[in-house]
């Protein structure tokens, strides 16, 4: 499930992107710079999910 949560945030913060360039070349230039603000947090997102984590039964957190 998490899988294809982090491909649709993706695919939503690539058409975000796309979708910035076409709003910015249409001169609305605060809308571009918040969708670009919006795909970069999705892909912020995404990285931290994908970072690898420790095996939680090594955690102290887990005795």
Known sequence: ????LMSVLVLTAILLIG???LVF???D?????LMLVAAL????NVAIWAIPVKDAATSPAAE
């Open 1 to 4: 499930m998490l899988d294809i």
């Open 25 to 27: 070349r249409s001169g």
């Open 19 to 21: 979708g910035a360039v």
């Open 41 to 44: 947090v999705m892909v912020a």
């Open 29 to 33: 230039r605060r809308r571009a710079l």
